[in-house]
C-alpha cells in the first residue's frame, strides 16, 4: 500500500491533468468534426494538439496452480477474482520541431481471495499514474532529441525480445495489459534513409519496477539499424554501469508476398540472475549470482518465420534457445530447493522465515525464463466477417514439456465498442515451469473508445 | 508519346514519387459486412505511413511501409509488429492500394492496344511486375486517350487468374508545374470471386510535397 499523501498527491497530479485534457478537448474535436477553420489559438490547437480515451471495465479469473512455488496460495497470495476499470487517455501535442506524449492513467479495482491464507477476504484499490509520456525536439531533419518514460520495444519476434537489454516484457502475451514505462534519453540519427543510429540511455526505472533486492541498474546502449528493400536488420550494443555488457541483433527478410523470416538474439555476460548452489545451509542450497563475474558470453537466439495464406490468416512459428536457462541439473536442484523451501514455508517456525526468502527468489531469479528450449505456435486472423480478430497461441517448453495456451478475440461492437477475451491455461507438472503459478486466467471485458 | 510515357502521365495522377499526404476514406462490404475507415496516408517512392483516423476503435493504428517491409503498430500494442504484403489493409484495399501509384517504375507495357470503356476511347496496356516489389504481378490497365488517366483495371495473380477489378474517378484537381491537372478522387475495388464484396475509397486532401525520412523511420514511430 502506498502511503495516503503519495496516492494524494498522485490522484491530485491526475485531476490537473484530466482537467487541462478536458480544456482543450473542443479545440481537438474540432479537428476532425468541423471542417470550417478556427481562428488564432484556437486554431494552432486544433492543428496539434490530439487524444484519444479508451475505458476499459473487465473482470479477471484465475486459478492459482498448487504448486510448491505457492503453497496453499499462502506465498504469493493470488486473488481468485478481480474486477477493474480502468481510464486510460493518450494526449498529444505536435509541431514540426517538437512532439510531446503523456499517457496518464487510472485504475480502480477489487480483488476476492478464495484460496489461502486470505481466503474469504476482498480488497479495494486504486492508482492514478502516468504511464508514459514523452517529449522529443527535431533539431535537425535527421535528428531527433527525446526524454521522456516510454515503453521502448522493438524486434519482430512474439515470445520475447532478447535483443532489447532495457525491458524484459514484449507485452505480447496480453495486449490489454499495458507494460510500465521506463524512463529514457534518447538519440536519433537518420544519416540516410536506410540507416538509422541511436544513443539510448535509461535514466530512471519509472514504473517498471524491478522485483528483488538490486537496485535499478543504467544501461548506456547504441543501436544500430539498417533496412532495406525486403529486409531489415539492427545491433545494439550495450553496457551496463556495473558492467555487464551485450550485444543484441535482430534482422528479417519478407521472402515472398506471404513469408516472412526472422531473428533474433543477444551475446551477454556477467548475469545477474540467480543459480542454485549446493551448501550447507539449512535447506541444503541456495539462490546466488554464481555468474555476475563470468566474463564468458551467453548466446541467446531466437528464429521465426510468418506465412499468411490466402484465406488472411497468419501462421507463425519460432523456436528460442535461450543461453542462460537452466540446464536438466541445474533444474532437478532449482525445483529440489523450493520444495525444502515451500515445506519449510507451510511448517512454519525458525525455517520459515528463510523459506519465504527462498520462494520469493524462486519467483524471480532474473530469468527471462526458467529452460533453455522453447517453441511457439501462433494462428492470427483479422476483420473476420470485418467484426472478429482472433489470436491462437501455443507456446511449448520443450525442456521440462509444460506449455501455455492463449487465445486472444476481439468482437467490434461499432465504431467505439469493442468486446474482448484474453484466455490463457497452463499445463505441465507443478514442478514445471508453465505449471507453477496459475492453472488459467481468463480476462474478459469490453473496450469504449472515444 | 511512347506507352511508358503515357503511363507516366496517368502515374501523376494518382500520386507522386518525390512525396504525396492524402486522406482516404474506404468502405468495404464484405461478406455482407460493412466497415469504414478513414486513413491518413504520407507516401513516397515505395515508402509509406497509414495512420488510422477513424472511427474511434482504430483510431491511432499505424501502418508503416519500408519498400516491401510492412510493420503494425497500435495504441494498445506494445511494439509494431511485422506483417506481410498478402495481409490486407481493409476489405478487398492491398496495401499497395493506398500509396502514391508508380507503374510507370513498377511494370512494363508488354502489349498495347485500345478499347473503349463508356463511350471514351482508351489505350489498353497489359503490364507485367518489373521485379516483386510491385504490389500486383500483372495488370491490365486502360487509359484515357483524351485525359491521360487511368479509367479501370484488372489484377491478376501470377497463374493469370483474375482477382479483382477497378474503376477511377478524377473530381480533385492539383497543380503541376503551374498546370492544372485532374487528381484522383475515388477507387472502387470488387472481387473477381466475390462480386458483392466492393471495397471504394475516396481520396481527399492531397497534398504534393516532400515527406522526410523521419516519418518513415520505426524509431521515431510514436504509438
Not at chain 1, 411 to 438: A, I, Q, R
Request: proline share 4%; glycine share 8%.
Amino acid at each position: 500500500m502506498k502511503p495516503y499523501h503519495y496516492r494524494n498527491s498522485l490522484l491530485s497530479t491526475l485531476v490537473i491533468l484530466y482537467a487541462i485534457f478536458l480544456i482543450l478537448l473542443p479545440f481537438a474535436s474540432a479537428e476532425t468534426e468541423k471542417e470550417s477553420a478556427p481562428d488564432g489559438f484556437q486554431k494552432f490547437l486544433s492543428e496539434t494538439f490530439s487524444w484519444d480515451l479508451r475505458i476499459l471495465p473487465y473482470a479477471v479469473i484465475q486459478e492459482p496452480a498448487h504448486s510448491t512455488q505457492n503453497p496453499g496460495n499462502n506465498f504469493l497470495r493470488l486473488p481468485r477474482y478481480s474486477t477493474n476499470l480502468e481510464l486510460r487517455p493518450d494526449l498529444r501535442f505536435k509541431t514540426d520541431v517538437l512532439e510531446m506524449l503523456a499517457k496518464p492513467r487510472l485504475k480502480l479495482g477489487i480483488d476476492f481471495w478464495q484460496e489461502g491464507i486470505r481466503r474469504g477476504e476482498k480488497q479495494e484499490s486504486d492508482d492514478a499514474y502516468l504511464n508514459e509520456w514523452l517529449a522529443r525536439w527535431k533539431a535537425r531533419d535527421n535528428l531527433f532529441l527525446s526524454y521522456g518514460r516510454e515503453n521502448l520495444q522493438w524486434g519482430p519476434s512474439y515470445l520475447f525480445s532478447p535483443s532489447n537489454p532495457f525491458l524484459l516484457d514484449n507485452g505480447r502475451r496480453n495486449p490489454y495489459l499495458e507494460v510500465p514505462g521506463t524512463d529514457f534519453a534518447r538519440l536519433v540519427w537518420l544519416p540516410t534513409g536506410s540507416w538509422t543510429l541511436s544513443l539510448i540511455a535509461n535514466t530512471e526505472e519509472g514504473r517498471n519496477k524491478q522485483p528483488g533486492p538490486d537496485p535499478f541498474e543504467k544501461i548506456y546502449a547504441l543501436k544500430i539499424d539498417y533496412s532495406g528493400r525486403e529486409n531489415y536488420g539492427s545491433f545494439v550494443l550495450s553496457q551496463s554501469e556495473y558492467g555487464r555488457s551485450s550485444l543484441g541483433f535482430f534482422g528479417g527478410w519478407t521472402v515472398s508476398d506471404a513469408v516472412l523470416v526472422y531473428g533474433e538474439g543477444v551475446l551477454a555476460n556477467r548475469s545477474k540472475a540467480l543459480y542454485i548452489r549446493k551448501d550447507g545451509t539449512p535447506l541444503g542450497a541456495t539462490f546466488q549470482k554464481l555468474r555476475q563475474d563470468d566474463p564468458a558470453l551467453a548466446p541467446t537466439i531466437l528464429f521465426g518465420g510468418s506465412y499468411t495464406f490466402e484465406s488472411k490468416g497468419t501462421l507463425t512459428l519460432e523456436y528460442a534457445h535461450y543461453g542462460p536457462g537452466l540446464n536438466n541439473d541445474e533444474a532437478d536442484l532449482y525445483y529440489g530447493l523450493r520444495r525444502r523451501a515451500a515445506d519449510a514455508f507451510s511448517a512454519g517456525g525458525g525455517l520459515s522465515g528463510l523459506g519465504k526468502l527462498t520462494l520469493g527468489q524462486a519467483a524471480n531469479t532474473g530469468l527471462r525464463f526458467l529452460r533453455k528450449n522453447y517453441a511457439l505456435f501462433q494462428y492470427t486472423q483479422q476483420n473476420i466477417y470485418n467484426r472478429l480478430d482472433l489470436t491462437l497461441r501455443w507456446t511449448q517448453n520443450l525442456d521440462d514439456a509444460s506449455c501455455q495456451f492463449t487465445s486472444l478475440v476481439t468482437y467490434s461492437l461499432g465504431n467505439h465498442w469493442e468486446l474482448f477475451s484474453v484466455g490463457t491455461m497452463n499445463g505441465g507438472s507443478k514442478d514445471s515451469e508453465f505449471g507453477s503459478l496459475l492453472d488459467y486466467q481468463w480476462m474478459v471485458g469490453v473496450q469504449y473508445t472515444f | 508519346m511512347t506507352p511508358q510515357e503515357i503511363l507516366a502521365k496517368a502515374d501523376e495522377a494518382r500520386g507522386n514519387a518525390e512525396g504525396i499526404e492524402w486522406e482516404i476514406g474506404i468502405d468495404s462490404v464484405e461478406g455482407g459486412k460493412e466497415q469504414h475507415r478513414t486513413i491518413r496516408v504520407s507516401a513516397r517512392s515505395f515508402n509509406s505511413l497509414a495512420e488510422f483516423l477513424a472511427p474511434a476503435n482504430v483510431k491511432g493504428q499505424k501502418l508503416l511501409m519500408l519498400d516491401r517491409n510492412m510493420w503494425f503498430a497500435k495504441p494498445g500494442l506494445s511494439k509494431a509488429v511485422p506483417i506481410s504484403p498478402r495481409q490486407k489493409l481493409v476489405g478487398g484495399a492491398a496495401n499497395g492500394d493506398i500509396a502514391s501509384t508508380n507503374y510507370a517504375g513498377d511494370y512494363k507495357v508488354v502489349q498495347a492496344s485500345e478499347e473503349t470503356v463508356g463511350g471514351e476511347k482508351c489505350h489498353l496496356f497489359d503490364l507485367t511486375a518489373v521485379d516483386k516489389r510491385a504490389t500486383y504481378d500483372r495488370i491490365k490497365y486502360w487509359i484515357s486517350k483524351e485525359r491521360l488517366v487511368g479509367v479501370k483495371a484488372e489484377f491478376y495473380t501470377v497463374s493469370g487468374k483474375m482477382f479483382k477489378t477497378a474503376t477511377f474517378e478524377y473530381k480533385q484537381s492539383i497543380t503541376i508545374d503551374d498546370q492544372p491537372r485532374p487528381f484522383i478522387s475515388k477507387m472502387v475495388i470488387t472481387s473477381a470471386v466475390l462480386k458483392e464484396d466492393i471495397t471504394t475509397m475516396v481520396y481527399r486532401k492531397a497534398v504534393l510535397k516532400k515527406i522526410p525520412d523521419a516519418t518513415f523511420n520505426l524509431n521515431l514511430l510514436t504509438r
